[in-house]
């Protein structure tokens, strides 16, 4: 599914990629380059149980922190209505990008890389997974999938999530068309609808993890409403949860794999590094999928090492990785090389990739 870009790299690399870099290596070269890389993602696969919790707790601290700034202007400031929506509208952002980290966290766990122990990702889950409405179980299988069947219009569900939109088809998807999906279809309200009917719906109703997420729930409405802070809940959890969490889930779909060469170990995966995807869209290193595509086994806290490394050491990491310094260039890069599908897939026909698109079928 994908097509290549050629796109400059940042400053360290400073080298661009092409379609024909994708197609004209010499195999045996290639893998040697990848063994090569995978040695070096393998120094990085440490756990660390300390910075796991370090992080979810601080999730949980910076959340707390916003609604208490907010609740403190309002008390103490209770004039300034334009300086409330101000601090609101900032914190409500930053809340949003924890609970998109407490998302990036059950990714984490679906790869065992948050714990030294296995057992605990499932056992600690209801403290990254539930705020969320996620159950482990599900997401990981779902997940390995993607990994495992990368790029594969049927087998792949990202990729076939994108194609139920229009992103991956057998045409470049018209420029209008684009930016609609891009800037308009995400503030109509169809996302959080579609995140209601599917993973909300599906936390509750699928039998895993019962009863403890019922449980975590009740204990969480209960405190609020002994405490009669409906109104808090809902301005610093339901509005950045419902109102900003699935535009930013969203953007964050669509900038991991559109426009690249998912076909092969190098360049299938997009490095997301600019300062609002660090922050906001791909919060705890989860915009270095290059990375993370090349060894899913390594820590989230030791991905920014080991990409640094990659871009040292691997020569074949640095020039046909693609890089992405803020959103406008993203979306920039997926529309100028769009994402192409020919034919239908063959069942046990690997994709190749050809001319900038990918075939599922012998030609």
């Known amino acids: 599914m994908t097509s290549t870009l050629t796109r400059s790299s940042p400053k360290e690399a400073n080298l661009e990629t092409s379609s024909d870099a994708f197609t004209q290596f010499d195999a045996t070269k290639t893998t040697t380059a990848l063994k090569e890389a995978i040695s070096i993602t393998n120094r990085h696969k440490r756990r660390d149980n300390v910075k796991t919790l370090l992080t979810i707790a601080n999730n949980y601290i910076t959340c707390f922190a916003c609604a208490s700034l907010c609740e403190y202007t309002e008390r103490n400031y209770p004039r300034a209505v334009p300086t409330w929506w101000a601090v609101y509208a900032a914190t409500t952002l930053i809340i949003a990008s924890r609970l998109r980290a407490f998302e990036n966290l059950v990714h984490e766990a679906s790869h065992n890389n948050l714990f030294t122990v296995a057992r605990l990702h499932d056992k600690l889950e209801f403290l990254f997974a539930f705020p969320v409405f996620r159950v482990l179980k599900i997401y990981r299988t779902q997940h390995i999938e993607h990994h495992k069947y990368i790029g594969d219009p049927v087998l792949d569900a990202d990729v076939a999530r994108m194609m139920h939109y229009g992103l991956v088809s057998e045409k470049p998807l018209d420029a209008r068309r684009f930016y609609w999906l891009v800037y308009g279809l995400p503030f109509t309200g169809w996302f959080q609808y579609e995140y209601i009917v599917t993973t909300f719906a599906e936390f509750w109703m699928t039998p895993t993890s019962y009863p403890s997420k019922f449980l975590y729930?009740?204990?969480?409405?209960?405190?609020?409403h002994f405490y009669g802070a409906w109104r808090e809940f809902a301005l610093y959890f339901v509005v950045p949860w419902m109102g900003i969490l699935p535009?930013?889930?969203?953007?964050?779909?669509?900038?991991?794999?559109?426009?690249?060469n998912m076909t092969d170990h190098f360049g299938n995966s997009r490095t997301n590094d600019g300062f609002w995807q660090k922050w906001w869209i791909h919060p705890l290193n989860d915009g270095l999928h290059a990375a993370h595509h090349l060894n899913s086994q390594i820590p989230f806290h030791r991905l920014r090492d080991a990409h640094d490394e990659l871009m040292q050491k691997s020569t074949e990491y640095r020039t046909r990785n693609v890089f992405s310094n803020g959103l406008k260039e993203t979306f920039h890069q997926i529309l100028t090389r769009p994402t192409i599908v020919r034919s239908k897939r063959v069942q046990g026909i690997r994709a190749e990739w050809k001319n900038g698109h990918q075939f599922w079928a012998n030609n």
């Open 217 to 224: 729930w009740f204990t969480v409405l209960a405190t609020v």
């Open 247 to 260: 535009v930013t889930r969203w953007w964050a779909e669509m900038s991991e794999h559109l426009g690249l």
